[in-house]
């Protein structure tokens, strides 16, 4: 006994193989808190960068509503059809954001059960409602889009 006391005593730093050891726990500990804290970590921002990508697409819609009820102090006829060209020269296309729009109609179909319902479809013809959409897609890999539909007044 007094041998192993006296050769630990007289032994300066520590050996290979506890340096290794401590690193091998140490190793295992951090793996274990990353797992557990890393991805609160890693996607803290998230919400924040949805709400920013929200407030932009907002922003975008509300400039085209803008634009829209400024037109129809001209010519309540053509006003969908400038609308329209404005959004196709990409004046709204900003920050990632792209606006698509076509002419839409709404027909009633009235299956055999009788509950009846409204479908879309493109319009060729009567050019009524003009549907606008803006798309941002997001770094959450969540594309984010909000549609507007706007009408001729008579």
Same mark, same amino acid.
């Given at each position: 006994?007094?041998?192993?006391?006296?050769?630990?005593?007289?032994?300066?730093?520590v050996?290979?193989l506890e $340096?290794i050891?401590?690193?091998? $726990?140490?190793?295992?500990?951090?793996?274990?808190?990353?797992?557990?804290?890393?991805s609160?970590?890693?996607?803290?921002a998230?919400?924040?960068?949805?709400?920013q990508?929200?407030?932009?697409?907002?922003?975008t819609m509300?400039?085209?509503?803008?634009?829209? +009820?400024?037109?129809?102090?001209d010519?309540?006829?053509?006003?969908?059809?400038?609308l329209?060209?404005r959004?196709e020269?990409?004046?709204y296309?900003?920050?990632?954001?792209?606006?698509?729009n076509e002419?839409?109609?709404?027909?009633?179909?009235d299956?055999?059960?009788g509950?009846?319902?409204?479908?879309?479809?493109?319009?060729?013809v009567?050019?009524?409602?003009?549907?606008?959409?803006? +798309?941002r897609p997001?770094?959450?890999?969540?594309?984010?889009?909000?549609?507007?539909?706007?009408?001729?007044?008579?």
């Open positions: 006994m007094k041998n192993v006391i006296k050769g630990r005593m007289g032994q300066k730093g050996t290979l $340096v050891v401590t690193l091998v $726990v140490s190793s295992i500990f951090a793996i274990m808190v990353m797992q557990y804290m890393g609160s970590m890693l996607r803290s998230d919400p924040l960068i949805m709400a990508d929200s407030a932009s697409l907002t922003a509300e400039k085209i509503t803008a634009d829209y +009820k400024w037109l129809h102090t010519d309540n006829l053509t006003v969908l059809a400038n329209k060209t959004i020269d990409g004046i296309n900003t920050g990632g954001t792209t606006v698509v002419y839409v109609k709404f027909v009633y179909v299956p055999p059960n509950e009846g319902y409204y479908e879309e479809e493109p319009d060729t009567d050019l009524q409602i003009l549907k606008v959409t803006a +798309k997001t770094a959450l890999e969540i594309p984010l889009d909000v549609t507007s539909l706007f009408t001729r007044m008579y």
